[in-house]
């Protein structure tokens, strides 16, 4: 993705749909970032490095999903019922 905005034109970012994640990826509440220039430049600067974390987790949790869903239970038989029995 290109540089979404000039120096002092940050509308695109804050417009976009993912600028709330890149406020709470940063710690920030959107109002603090809003205030303050030098917050606003560095998330356009790193916008695309976030654009790929949020992508990669989203394919991550669509295929933990999937392992979830195809072996759910499988773990359940392996344990024996004596296992977790105290002795004495």
């Known amino acids: 993705m290109e540089r979404v905005a000039t120096k002092n034109n940050h509308q695109a970012l804050l417009e976009h749909a993912h600028f709330g994640l890149y406020c709470e990826f940063y710690g920030l509440s959107q109002s603090e970032a809003v205030s303050r220039e030098d917050t606003l430049a560095y998330m356009e600067e ?19 999903q999937e392992y979830c869903e195809k072996y759910q239970g499988c773990e359940c038989g392996v344990f024996d019922e004596n296992m977790f029995q105290l002795e004495g």
Not at 46 to 64: A, C, D, F, P, T
């Open 46 to 64: 790193k916008w695309e490095v976030l654009e790929q974390l949020i992508g990669g987790y989203l394919e991550m949790g669509k295929l933990n």
